[in-house]
């Protein structure tokens, strides 16, 4: 089968999939996932309020440099950096057909409908096996920038574009939305 039939193929099954409905037992798992972020959210400002802290503390009496790397921050938390939280909802990198775990889906959805800002970032494989890298960036606004990337797709548009999307919504392991605007270059 060609690359282009195959490529024709994953198109139209992704275009497709968004006709199907979730089945009750995922829509029961983000709604405990919302339950479990909420509480755990104040707790996580609570703790990165006090690392930080406590790095700054430390570089104050010479332990460290104002120059040493930010923590490395892991799936999903919540960065207090500023004076409004970011919540990080992870970078993950899916291999052939292997979809977004629902937690993160429901972490990201969280954090629009609350108009948070938030990041999640993916990098998903072409049928080829070509990674093409999708970030997806929140703000008070509930709009979201999706920036994706496909330079490293040998049988794509190999450039960098950037969309405005409303509406996203958890689409059978993906993030999809009800409208974007037409993709830029970046």
Partial sequence: MSTRIRKALADLEHDTSSLRLAPPAQIRARGEARRRHQVTG???TAVAGTIT?????????????????????????VNSSAATAETDCGSHVLRQAEKLPDAVI??????????????LAET????????????????ATGAVRVT??????????RNVTRQTCTGPLADHGHIGFAQCSSPAPA
């Fill in 124 to 139: 998903r494989p072409t049928v080829e096996g070509d990674p093409i890298q999708i970030l997806y960036v929140t703000d």
């Fill in 53 to 77: 802290a406590t790095i700054f503390g430390v570089a104050a009496v010479g332990g460290g440099s104002a120059t040493s790397p930010p923590p490395v921050r892991t799936s999903p938390t």
């Fill in 148 to 157: 994706t990337d496909s330079r490293q797709d040998a049988y794509g548009d």
């Fill in 106 to 119: 429901a972490c990201f959805l969280d954090a629009v409908a609350a108009k948070r800002p938030a990041r």
């Fill in 42 to 44: 104040g707790v996580a």
